[in-house]
């Protein structure tokens, strides 16, 4: 048996309701997107809510709510993660599967965006429950995934063992003569079923690759440079100890435990191994506790929220210290958020490109497994800087040809990529 899903609390904060369609919007106004297009872009394709029993440990049934949005494939299959949590809804995926759409476009990746999972707390049941949980889902989805049509990936409370379970689980429901080639229906899976080195940094080390960039194009030395990070789980440690070898300080931590700060900079590498004995930063010996609010008021130069949706608001925008925002979490600031971070000129890497490394080495895995091969990690972190740094240089241009923030450029990269495709393959019938 392989190691249990993540047991992880949620914490507070909630996604950014209907900003995504006001950047839209926003973004196809402001390059004239066809109408069409627009019409099309502007919804899912398709929509599937899942009811399932599921007998636990002690024999009594619970039923289980499920989700997969598949929201546009015209660059190739949908992809898009799984998440497990008691707040997952049909609204909610409906807007990840579209930044999913997104950033592919924007990463230049063969694919589509979708996003789904299930509406429960990993930390309810039992290693056997979740296997069963997961096994009972794939069974419900059937055929609405598929390794050249719609790969799922691990989101929040998933993992590589969640990925084996869903591979074995639809391998089984395949004809035999077509198991093998069908591998690649998930990515992030463990390596020795074919898994990707190096994709379990993969959204930190994107995360640090832009803000390098980032870094370059204004003269800024990391070595000088300070930050903060919300949310200690695999993104925000990855981000912070990948930072470490330029001597970058990292000033303040806060995750569901607490906050801890330290002004001569946290250790990353020690935080994080505390972290992973103790479940969170509280108690941390190499920093001192301190409150949200002045948690969010460290000076630093940038700060990378790294939690869940919807921290940077109204209310806390005007908090925050920083010249930078990089958006390592889905959706961190909320639509009256950004404007304040506007106002206050705080720059903003997005999340459709800041956390993309995460989707572009799931792409390098599907390849890898669709044409049974295994590449180093040489290889792999090569594929991934050139990749990241191309959408970064794209986004960049765009804001500077538009004459606008970067969030709203990104969406105009992601935009007119989809645009010139749909006109050059056309509309069927």
Not at 10 to 19: K, T, V
Not at 351 to 371: H, M, P, T
Request: aromatic share 8%; with cysteine; proline share 6%.
């Amino acid at each position: 048996m392989g190691a249990a899903p993540p047991k992880v609390r949620p914490e507070s904060g909630s996604f950014r309701r209907d900003a995504p369609s006001v950047q839209f919007e926003r973004a196809a106004d402001l390059m004239g997107l066809d109408p069409d297009i627009r019409r099309i872009l502007g919804s899912a394709a398709s929509e599937s809510i899942f009811h399932f029993p599921v007998k636990m440990d002690d024999g009594h049934v619970e039923i289980f709510t499920g989700y997969r949005v598949q929201h546009n494939n015209v660059l190739g299959p949908y992809k898009g993660g799984l998440r497990f949590h008691p707040q997952a809804d049909l609204h909610l995926f409906r807007e990840l599967a579209a930044w999913m759409t997104w950033k592919t476009a924007i990463a230049d990746l063969p694919f589509g965006g979708a996003k789904g999972g299930i509406c429960m707390d990993p930390a309810d049941y039992s290693v056997s429950e979740l296997e069963r949980i997961t096994r009972r889902f794939v069974y419900a989805l059937g055929d609405s995934i598929g390794p050249d049509h719609d790969i799922p990936a691990p989101d929040m409370n998933t993992n590589p063992q969640v990925m084996a379970w869903i591979m074995d689980t639809y391998l089984t429901m395949v004809p035999p003569q077509q198991r093998l080639r069908s591998t690649h229906v998930v990515t992030g899976k463990p390596i020795g079923l074919g898994g990707c080195v190096g994709r379990d940094k993969a959204t930190g080390q994107g995360v640090v690759i832009t803000i390098e960039n980032w870094a370059r194009d204004r003269g800024i030395s990391l070595k000088d440079s300070s930050y903060i990070v919300q949310g200690f789980g695999n993104v925000g440690s990855w981000a912070a100890r990948l930072l470490h070898p330029y001597e970058t300080r990292l000033l303040a931590v806060e995750d569901h435990t607490g906050a801890i700060h330290d002004a001569a900079g946290l250790d990353p590498l020690a935080l994080s191994r505390w972290v992973e004995d103790h479940g969170g930063v509280a108690g941390f010996p190499g920093g001192v506790a301190i409150d949200h609010e002045t948690f969010l008021g460290t000076q630093a130069d940038f700060f990378i929220p790294a939690a869940l949706g919807g921290q940077i608001t109204e209310k806390t925008a005007p908090m925050l210290n920083v010249q930078l925002v990089v958006e390592a979490a889905n959706g961190p600031t909320t639509f009256e958020g950004e404007r304040i971070l506007m106002q206050r000129e705080i720059s903003i890497i997005p999340d459709i490109l800041a956390n993309a490394g995460g989707v572009i080495v799931s792409y390098l895995e599907w390849l890898q497994s669709k044409r049974s091969e295994a590449w180093d990690l040489e290889e792999v972190e090569g594929k991934l800087r050139r990749k990241i740094t191309a959408a970064y240089d794209r986004v960049r241009d765009a804001a500077q040809s538009y004459g606008t923030d970067w969030r709203t450029a990104a969406y105009v990269v992601a935009l007119s990529r989809l645009e010139s495709v749909y006109k050059e393959r056309g509309i069927f019938p």
